[in-house]
């Protein structure tokens, strides 16, 4: 067995699908990944003032050039995360949540994907303006990510313990030492059994619940500002599920923010304050979740409650929303719901409805929204 001493960093020999999610969690290499910003870096024209928001993406348009042609994957996005926020993103699958996450940190693949829109300010700079090298320069600290599958994230050829040495050795000044103590004391701490041991596996050897706490491990180690998480356990069983939740808001309390990609109106409940709905690439509503949830203000947000076996009465059959997402190849000139909802007016099919404020900080894009007619707010 090897020493501590002896166990080799991992010099990013991954095969290419394993690239960018490599990339990102080693934070070493163009373009990728967890992005830090100190406050005496940039250049004026990525600089702004700073508000109190730890995040603010502002009118985010992202397409996807396609042999069928241009497909929007997400259109005039704008949201914002404060300090210690803890922000649920749900929508159906396809609406646009990954790549929403994934352009925050430039991890598109490019082609096919373009950034054609947007401003993400994080800490008083530009994500998506910050020059590369200066990206590399003080990337791999504030905003970290946890995938849905530990797998697309790990190597499967190097063990556990090398790949969070790894990660440390690139971000701090640690000896190989200190470093191999850090990596099996978090492994301790989000609950890997008999951890000493388990820094020699590799990940093929663990289950998809104890990568997944490696992967957390590995974002959280570095004590990042911001952790995105996409879908961190729709791949588990229903009871590891709710541990690895549990560890990762435990973990991410009181020091970071959390924007968790979720399916689940369930999960939201249980641990949002605040809730972003998407809907073919759109925002349609977002407001606090105990707001959304009491009188959701756009339709596609209240099928997708009356959906929610926890919200139905007991003994009533679930209620699903007809109908399927226009294709995003070819969205339609007015509302994107229009076809499943059952409000739908002329005008919705004509025009496209905006996101319009409301109070208590809550916004939606239907133009019956705050009158009542749809049975809510
Ligand atoms: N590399 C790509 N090339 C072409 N289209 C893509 C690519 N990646 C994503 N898309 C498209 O962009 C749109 C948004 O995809 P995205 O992965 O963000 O959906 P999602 O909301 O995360 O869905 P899910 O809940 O299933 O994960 C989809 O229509 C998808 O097909
Ligand atoms: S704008 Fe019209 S079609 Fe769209 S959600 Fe509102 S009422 Fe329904
Ligand atoms: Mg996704």
């Not at 991890?107 to 590399?136: A, N, T, Y």
């Not at 970290?144 to 050829?157: D, G, H, N, V, Y």
């Not at 090398?162 to 971000?171: A, D, G, K, P, T």
């Not at 407001?287 to 926890?310: C, E, I, N």
């Amino acid at each position: 067995m090897k020493s501590p001493a002896s166990l080799s960093c991992y010099p990013c020999r991954v095969p290419p699908w394993m690239w960018a999610a490599r990339c990102y969690l080693l934070a070493g290499t163009a373009g990728f990944c967890r992005v830090v910003f100190q406050a005496l870096h940039g250049s004026a024209a990525i600089l702004s003032t700073p508000t109190d928001n730890l995040l603010d993406v502002d009118d985010l348009s992202v397409v996807f050039d396609t042999d069928e042609g241009v497909l929007t994957a997400v259109d005039g996005v704008s949201l914002t995360i404060g300090r210690n926020d803890v922000v649920g993103l749900v929508g159906e699958s396809g609406c646009g949540k990954s790549v929403t996450a994934l352009s925050l940190l430039r991890l598109l693949p490019c082609p096919p994907g373009r950034i054609v829109s947007g401003r993400v300010m994080f800490d008083g700079k530009d994500l998506l303006r910050l020059p590369v090298g200066e990206l590399r320069a003080i990337r791999g600290q504030s905003i970290s990510m946890i995938f849905q599958e530990p797998m697309t994230a790990l190597s499967p050829l190097h063990r556990v313990g090398s790949q969070l040495i790894e990660v440390l050795q690139l971000h701090r000044d640690v000896s190989p030492q200190e470093a191999w103590a850090t990596s099996e004391e978090w492994l301790r701490k989000v609950g890997i059994p008999d951890p000493k041991q388990r820094m020699y596996s590799y990940p093929f050897e663990l289950s998809g619940g104890m990568r997944q706490r490696v992967m957390i491990a590995m974002a959280l180690m570095l004590g990042p500002q911001l952790v995105i998480a996409d879908e961190p356990t729709t791949a588990l069983d229903v009871t590891i599920q709710a541990q690895v939740l549990e560890l990762m808001l435990e973990m991410t309390q009181g020091h970071s923010s959390l924007l968790l990609i979720t399916h689940d109106m369930g999960i939201v409940w249980d641990v949002c304050e605040r809730v972003v709905v998407m809907y073919a690439s759109r925002i349609v509503e977002e407001g606090k979740v105990r707001d959304v949830f009491a009188t959701p203000l756009h339709p596609y947000t209240q099928g997708l409650l009356k959906s929610m076996p926890a919200l139905a009465q007991p003994g009533s059959r679930l209620v699903s929303i007809p109908g399927q997402v226009p294709s995003m190849l070819r969205l339609p000139k007015g509302c994107a719901f229009a076809d499943r909802c059952p409000f739908v007016m002329d005008t919705c099919r004509r025009e496209k409805p905006g996101l319009r404020s409301f109070p208590s900080n809550r916004r939606a894009a239907c133009f019956l929204a705050g009158t009542g007619a749809t049975g809510a707010a």
